[in-house]
């Protein structure tokens, strides 16, 4: 079994198209999209991160965090997005490294609290974050979860 290696994009600039990419690709959101957000943070325009799994040289989950995840509580931010372990890396607590990692990240540049909209439920109670209200989505007819982490 291999050991993964849990980076921010800080940390290998080089993957920054390759990772607008792959989220891309499991998100539908266009890759400039991404590209925009990883560049500025790569820039230093801003310390909302991009952090990544890799599985020797290949990207198998990874996260961002963003200002706001497209609902309508614009106070709450910055936001979680792009939560996502590839199918044949779940369940061996990837993901839950990833969301420790950011939190800890964030902590260290003194930004808390954080948080994430999701329809899950019981997965990121795991990790501390607890559900905080509800909130309406851009363009979603139901409410989603939003949870904070502090």
Known sequence: MSEYKYISLRENPKLRDTAAEWFHNKWGVPTEAYL???NDYLDKKTENGWYLCLDGDIIVAGLGVIENDFHDRK???PNVCAVYTDENYRGQGIAGNLLNLVVSDMKSKNITPIYLVTDHTGFYERYGWEFYCMAQGDDEPEMTRL????
């Not at 949870?147 to 502090?150: A, E, L, N």
């Open 36 to 38: 925009e957000c990883i």
């Open 147 to 150: 949870y904070i982490h502090r």
């Open 75 to 77: 106070d709450l931010s």
